[in-house]
Structures are given as structure tokens and as C-alpha cells.
């Protein structure tokens, strides 16, 4: 609405806000599911091997929920301002994390906890990639939105 209204500052305001608070609720999360995993997997069963692998899920990938966060809430902002360009590369540079890291660990026969300590890396990595896309990419009011406020 900021940007449609021709009020950049207050976008990237809002989207940094936003960003953060999605960053402190995520994080929370990642936090409590981190240090006590068998209060989300509990939920849906009470297999131990299950819960074991959830744990260690959980345990590997919980840290880097906040950050998770924040790239996503900031890649939606983004498409408010009409500048994707930058979390679109972001999104493909966890997608090639993940993808070659992924092969090279499945090659090297690697176990659960360096394919799910990956994934909270691709989540970091993600998010950092994002946010630094966001800070260094310029936002303007299209030109539809300066004719709608004349």
C-alpha cells in the first residue's frame, strides 16, 4: 500500500519491520522446538525412531528459523515494491546450497545430522542473502502509482 501510495520510506519501513518481528516469532519457535523437540513431533506421534529424527531435525534446523523468517517476510515486501529480482537469486542460492551440498553429502554417504545441519545452513544463508538483497536494492514508486496521486 506504501509503495502504491508513493511512500518508499514507509515501505521498506514496514517490510523491515515486519522482517524483524516475523525474525522474533520464528526465532521463538526455533527456540523452543530446539531446546524441546518432543513438544511439536509429540503432536503427531509417539514412534521413538520418528521422534529421534524429528529431534534431530528440529535440533539442526530450529536455529535458523528466524532467519528463515525474515527472508520470506522480506521476499514478500519485495513483490509489494515490484523488486523480486534479488530474493528470486536469494531462493536459488539455497536451492544450489542444498541441491549441490545435498549430492555431495548423499555421495559421501553423510548421515541425518549433516543433511539437516545443510538445511538450517541453506535457511541461514537464505535469509542473510535475502536481507542483503533487500538493503542494497533500490525501491521506487511505479509510474501508475505518481499518476493515481497527481
Known sequence: MAIGAGDVQRARRVAWTAGALSALILGLIGLIVTIAPQLWAGLYTDQPGVLAAAALYL????????????????????????????????????????????????????????????????MAVYGLATAAAVRFTTWRVPPTARSNAS
Do not use: N
Open 59 to 122: 535440533r539442526s534446523a530450529g536455529p535458523a528459523f528466524a532467519l528463515f523468517g525474515l527472508g520470506l517476510t522480506l521476499f514478500f515486501a519485495s513483490q509489494g515494491a515490484g523488486k523480486v529480482l534479488g530474493p528470486v537469486l536469494a531462493s536459488t542460492l539455497r536451492l544450489l546450497l542444498v541441491a549441490s551440498a545435498g549430492a555431495w553429502l548423499a555421495i559421501s554417504a553423510a548421515g541425518a545430522s549433516e543433511l539437516f545441519a545443510l538445511v538450517g545452513i541453506a
